[in-house]
């Protein structure tokens, strides 16, 4: 098998080099095919034997999908074996009919994507116009030529198992060899969320219908379809062909629903609310908000009985959530704390909510020197440290009055928002940084921690919407269609990428995301000959992907351990993604063997974007110690 992928940003005359190039590879690099059956199909395969245990060649074996009518049909060789490729992943009436042979029917076998199966039949001698049926075909087919470490996630888990988000990819968890990508994750950059044998979320493949479904820019999972229209998908861990060789973690294969000559489908929707659910207790406030809706509605069913089928899916998922800023800013504090007099500032002893015991001991430390430089220090950390609140410290204000006899400088205080353009920061002098405008029309960048927002919004506004065709052109040739659009918008994203917190981050920090996701998947499958079938892929993908900070500040600022506020780092993301891909294989049946030939070519393409490397300014205040704050007013 082979299986090549190139990714270009701008096509050039390479192109036709490329495709001769890989077409010969692929003749010249074919092998004895792995035992793993297609990325969307299933192949069935076993000898047909008499009682007597003797093979029987020359038998006709028909796999039938009783949903669609929709039939398949090969002969054994001289050793008894038949192997039937490409058969769309469903229940069948496998059929079993020789010469002097009573014609076997077993109803009820299950094939899921990805397998490749071993039925055994025995036939019992007779009259071809007998039928035994036999039972016992229902049970789980078994894989001798088994060689990729696969799970598969069938309808019955899909349907009936709990998932957050109805995310259905996280089912994959459920696998032993499957784990939660713990990788920090960044706003404009997801991963798949999986992490396949210690290997990065981003080092994943995953398909949908057999199409690449990636986005290549940062090699994660575009927005795929509705959880009601995932029919089942097959998780590969280890092993897998060639053809699915794109990948160095995992390989993620889904198939979506297809229609049938019965007209199916259903209304649903799911809701959580803070009415009828417990209080996150990590919320700063009382009732946080809290409200999560998906609903939708699906419909398949005949265009043209036993011929042309259809499928439709949509479903939309509201989310209005609360944020929290759970840091340790405004812990501490405490309405005891014991202001000394501080003459000019502070005329009597007073306690004050907006101070801590460490601060003050650092003022009482300043005092107890009483040397001037450090009275100074402490009338200006004392006015800096109480500005925060409305009990702040009131009386003549060495720091823009200086005339009071102290000596003390004249420094512009930092009291909050209201502060004048031309402020600077107490101890340094250094101007403060501009960037967002106040209600007095000001720009102001630098806010006291105790003034950062506690609780923020977090909205979600995500559709699926799916189409699918399955149309029968002959008995021989299959033609299937799929096309998909995803618009999504989320707000309040927090993100960890400079190791922040989450809880930590100011509603400054968070980003917005913006998608618009299209896929449109034709599939052409021709059965040549008993021996031979061809399958043809077109895919077309584009994601037109936004990310914006929730505000605009010139930098971020980053307090270890306690706070992150300012302009979402990663950001302005402005890109669109365009995917043009073709993909052919063909398989060949010789004896006991199968051959498979293939090329895949993908051009991706990102025609303009706006990726801004150079991020938004970045200050890190670390664990400094007070004490040598002192220096700024000697």
């Known amino acids: 098998m082979f299986a090549s992928h190139t990714q270009w940003l701008n096509p050039s005359i390479r192109t036709t080099a490329l495709l001769v190039l890989t077409v010969a590879c692929g003749l010249l690099g074919s092998s004895v095919a792995f035992g793993q059956a297609q990325s969307n199909a299933a192949d069935l395969q076993g000898v047909v034997r008499d009682q007597s245990g003797a093979v029987i060649s020359g038998a006709t074996v028909t796999a039938r999908n009783p949903a669609t009518n929709s039939s398949k049909a090969t002969t054994t060789n001289e050793d008894g074996a038949y192997l039937i490729v490409n058969l769309t992943p469903g229940d069948y009436e496998v059929t079993v009919e020789a010469a002097n042979f009573k014609k076997a029917v077993l109803p009820g076998v299950k094939l899921t994507v990805g397998q490749r199966g071993d039925l055994d039949v025995a036939l019992e001698v007779g009259q071809v116009s007998e039928v035994v049926t036999v039972s016992g075909a229902t049970a789980e087919l078994v894989e001798t030529s088994k060689t990729a470490v696969a799970t598969t996630i069938d309808q019955q888990r899909i349907d009936n198992l709990p998932i957050n988000e109805r995310n259905y990819l996280s089912f994959a968890l459920t696998t032993s060899t499957v784990a939660r990508d713990n990788g920090r994750p960044i706003g404009p950059a997801p991963t798949t969320g999986l992490n396949f044998g210690g290997q990065r979320g981003r080092s994943n493949l995953v398909q949908v219908d057999g199409a690449d479904n990636t986005d290549n820019s940062v090699n994660a999972s575009r927005s795929t379809v509705s959880q009601e229209a995932?029919?089942?998908?097959?998780?590969?861990?280890?092993?897998?062909?060639?053809?699915?060789?794109?990948?160095?973690?995992?390989?993620?294969?889904?198939?979506?629903?297809?229609?049938?000559?019965?007209?199916?489908?259903?209304?649903?929707?799911?809701?959580?609310?803070?009415?009828?659910?417990?209080?996150?207790?990590?919320?700063?406030?009382?009732?946080?908000?809290?409200?999560?809706?998906?609903?939708?509605?699906?419909?398949?069913?005949?265009?043209?009985?036993?011929?042309?089928?259809?499928?439709?899916?949509?479903?939309?998922?509201?989310?209005?959530?609360?944020?929290?800023?759970?840091?340790?800013?405004?812990?501490?504090?405490?309405?005891?704390?014991?202001?000394?007099?501080?003459?000019?500032?502070?005329?009597?002893?007073?306690?004050?909510?907006?101070?801590?015991?460490?601060?003050?001991?650092?003022?009482?430390?300043?005092?107890?020197?009483?040397?001037?430089?450090?009275?100074?220090?402490?009338?200006?950390?004392?006015?800096?440290?109480?500005?925060?609140?409305?009990?702040?410290?009131?009386?003549?204000?060495?720091?823009?009055?200086?005339?009071?006899?102290?000596?003390?400088?004249?420094?512009?205080?930092?009291?909050?928002?209201?502060?004048?353009?031309?402020?600077?920061?107490?101890?340094?002098?250094?101007?403060?940084?501009?960037?967002?405008?106040?209600?007095?029309?000001?720009?102001?960048?630098?806010?006291?921690?105790?003034?950062?927002?506690?609780?923020?919004?977090?909205?979600?506004?995500?559709?699926?919407?799916?189409?699918?065709?399955?149309?029968?052109?002959?008995?021989?040739?299959?033609?299937?269609?799929?096309?998909?659009?995803?618009?999504?918008?989320?707000?309040?994203?927090?993100?960890?990428?400079?190791?922040?917190?989450?809880?930590?981050?100011?509603?400054?920090?968070?980003?917005?995301?913006?998608?618009?996701?299209?896929?449109?998947?034709?599939?052409?499958?021709?059965?040549?000959?008993?021996?031979?079938?061809?399958?043809?892929?077109?895919?077309?993908?584009?994601?037109?992907?936004?990310?914006?900070?929730?505000?605009?500040?010139?930098?971020?600022?980053?307090?270890?351990?306690?706070?992150?506020?300012?302009?979402?780092?990663?950001?302005?993301?402005?890109?669109?993604?365009?995917?043009?891909?073709?993909?052919?294989?063909?398989?060949?049946?010789?004896g006991t063997h199968t051959f498979k030939f293939g090329g895949d070519i993908a051009f991706v393409r990102i025609p303009s974007a706006v990726f801004e490397l150079n991020f938004a300014g970045l200050f890190n205040f670390g664990g400094l110690s007070a004490t040598t704050l002192n220096a700024g007013f000697a």
């Not at 009415?275 to 700063?284: E, K, L, V």
């Not at 917005?512 to 079938?533: G, M, P, Y």
Request: proline share 6%; net charge positive.
């Open 230 to 590: 995932v029919q089942e998908f097959q998780v590969v861990s280890n092993s897998f062909a060639p053809e699915f060789g794109r990948s160095s973690g995992g390989v993620v294969n889904v198939v979506t629903k297809s229609g049938t000559n019965d007209f199916h489908g259903n209304v649903f929707g799911f809701i959580r609310d803070k009415r009828f659910q417990a209080r996150n207790p990590f919320a700063p406030i009382a009732k946080p908000d809290f409200r999560r809706t998906q609903y939708g509605v699906t419909l398949g069913g005949p265009l043209d009985r036993d011929r042309t089928f259809f499928f439709f899916a949509f479903e939309q998922r509201r989310r209005d959530e609360s944020g929290f800023f759970t840091s340790s800013v405004a812990r501490g504090l405490t309405s005891s704390v014991t202001i000394p007099v501080i003459p000019g500032l502070n005329p009597i002893a007073r306690t004050f909510a907006n101070i801590t015991p460490q601060q003050a001991t650092y003022i009482n430390t300043l005092l107890a020197a009483g040397t001037p430089a450090a009275i100074c220090g402490a009338r200006a950390y004392a006015f800096f440290a109480s500005s925060g609140g409305s009990s702040g410290l009131t009386g003549s204000n060495p720091l823009t009055s200086p005339n009071d006899g102290s000596g003390c400088p004249a420094i512009s205080p930092v009291t909050g928002p209201t502060t004048p353009i031309g402020s600077r920061f107490i101890l340094s002098g250094a101007p403060i940084p501009v960037g967002t405008t106040n209600a007095a029309g000001q720009f102001i960048a630098f806010r006291p921690l105790n003034d950062l927002q506690k609780i923020f919004p977090v909205t979600d506004r995500t559709t699926y919407n799916s189409f699918r065709l399955d149309h029968m052109i002959t008995k021989n040739h299959q033609f299937n269609f799929r096309f998909g659009y995803n618009p999504s918008r989320i707000t309040g994203i927090q993100v960890e990428s400079q190791n922040q917190s989450l809880g930590q981050n100011d509603f400054s920090r968070t980003g917005i995301q913006k998608l618009r996701d299209f896929s449109a998947v034709a599939t052409w499958l021709a059965t040549l000959s008993e021996n031979a079938v061809n399958e043809a892929r077109f895919n077309f993908g584009e994601r037109r992907a936004t990310f914006t900070s929730q505000n605009l500040d010139a930098v971020a600022s980053n307090v270890s351990g306690t706070a992150f506020f300012g302009r979402e780092l990663f950001s302005p993301v402005v890109r669109t993604e365009t995917r043009y891909e073709w993909t052919d294989s063909l398989n060949l049946v010789a």
